[in-house]
């Protein structure tokens, strides 16, 4: 029975929402984390809550934006546990807004931290699956990336480019590495409409109360690739509340 006992993960995103909800899950089920995230204080907090509990995590400072950034992260696995099992590309932004509203920096982070950031993560995790020969990729994109909605159009364009990066990479990994996309519809996290503009912060805000699933069902869905054995790949899911449309 496959199991994730032991293996070494690495997280970004993981000082809130659908990251520590996967932190919490993997490392309840032994599995050894090292987390990234900007927010200190928060990313301790989800250090310590994991370690208070007799689970193994290490926090790393990281803007995914950063090249060097995930190489420290990477790094840091390899250095305290002696090998990286799997990379959860999972940092994210959800600051939508119309176009008309000209929200540049916010088009620009969203661009950096998916596409820009998840090209890090693989730029530093990919040579040490290579020298591993095994290695597993988890890239949390959106139903965003499956129906556009106004006014998310460049959420939707970055999370798209989350599920043909993806498509590429397992194309290219050969038999030895895995590449699994978790595509979360509405969830219950601090994220949703979190930088939106205000009209649309309070309507996400308000159809999140009313129809999301909890952080820990993508969790689930992260746990659920991750364990399983040496030779299957499971490319894709997508998990949405019933209600969604
Ligand atoms: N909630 C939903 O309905 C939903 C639906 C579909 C997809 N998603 C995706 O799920 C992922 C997690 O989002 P969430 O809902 O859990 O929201 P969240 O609670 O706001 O989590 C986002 C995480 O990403 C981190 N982050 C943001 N920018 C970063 C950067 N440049 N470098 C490193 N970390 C960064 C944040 O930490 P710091 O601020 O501390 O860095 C935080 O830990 C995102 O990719 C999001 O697009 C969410």
Redesign the pocket.
Known sequence: MPTLRGKVIAI?????????ATAHLLADKGARLVL????ED??SAVVDGITATGGTATGVL????RRADLRRLTDTAVEQYGRLDVLVS?????AVSPFDELRQDDWDAMV???IT?LLNGIGAALPVFRRQGSGHFVN?????AHVVKSPQAVYAAT?TAVNVLSEGLRQESGPDLSVTVV?????H????G?GASPEVSSAMTQM?DEI?MP?SAVASAIGYAIEQPAGVDINEIVVRPTVQA
Do not use: Q
């Open positions: 970004t995103g993981a000082s809130s929402g659908i990251g520590e990234g995230a900007r927010r928060r990313l990281t803007d995914v934006t999972n940092a994210g932004t959800m950096s931290t998916h950031g949390v994109s959106s139903t965003a999370k595509s979360p519809g509405f969830t996290t601090e994220g949703v979190k999140r999301a952080p």
